[in-house]
Each structure stands twice: as structure tokens, then as C-alpha cells.
């Protein structure tokens, strides 16, 4: 009797076993697992791009924070010196405003 329900439960697991193996050859080979297939194909090549995509973008946050510090410091305004009335420079070489007579016969 032990025997006998032994050999009913491997030939349940044998059956089990061929059916799944019949099962999964149908799966393996249908339309749908192969589109299913290269969709997951194409999902991975996609997710790739994006992940090179993101790594760039913190290169990217690093220099806009640099330029937005660089505008900011252009922005203050510039702290402006106190002129001395005391001493005046000019640029320019000062003109007499007389004028000379001309020399020579009248």
C-alpha cells in the first residue's frame, strides 16, 4: 500500500511536470512573449538613455548654481567712494579763453 501511493504521487508529479513543460513551450513560443520580450528589451535601452540623461543633469545643477552666484555678485551694487572736493582732477588740459592776435603786417 506505501508503494502503491507512492508511485500515484510521482506519476502526479510527472504529469504536473509534462504539463508544465507543454505549457511553457506555448508561452515561450506565442506572438504576445515575443512582443512582451523586445518590449523589455526596449524598456531596458530606454531606462539607460534616461539614467545617462540624470547623471548629466547633476553636472548641469552644479554649473547653474555657479552662474546664478556670479550674476548675484554682479548684481550687488558697487560700494561708491566719497569724491574730495578739495582736489579736483581733469582729463583734459584746460584752453585759455583769450585769444592771441594775430602777428603780421595790418
Known amino acids: 500500500m506505501v508503494r502503491a501511493m ?3 504521487k510521482q506519476d502526479i508529479l510527472n504529469r504536473l511536470a509534462d504539463a508544465g513543460e507543454e505549457a511553457f513551450s506555448r508561452v515561450a513560443g506565442s506572438q504576445t512573449t515575443t512582443r512582451l520580450v523586445e518590449g523589455m528589451t526596449g524598456l531596458r535601452e530606454r531606462m539607460d538613455e534616461v539614467q545617462r540623461k540624470v547623471r548629466g543633469l547633476d ?6 548654481t555657479e552662474l546664478e552666484k556670479q ?3 554682479l548684481q550687488k551694487p558697487k560700494p561708491t567712494r ?3 572736493t578739495a582736489r579736483k582732477t ?3 588740459p584746460s584752453r585759455s ?5 594775430p602777428s603780421g603786417p595790418s
Do not use: G, Y
Request: hydrophobic share 35%; no cysteine.
Open 6 to 8: 507512492a508511485k500515484t
Open 59 to 64: 553636472a548641469l545643477e552644479r554649473r547653474v
Open 71 to 73: 550674476v548675484a555678485e
Open 82 to 84: 566719497a569724491r574730495s
Open 90 to 92: 581733469t582729463s583734459a
Open 97 to 101: 579763453t583769450t585769444r592771441k592776435k
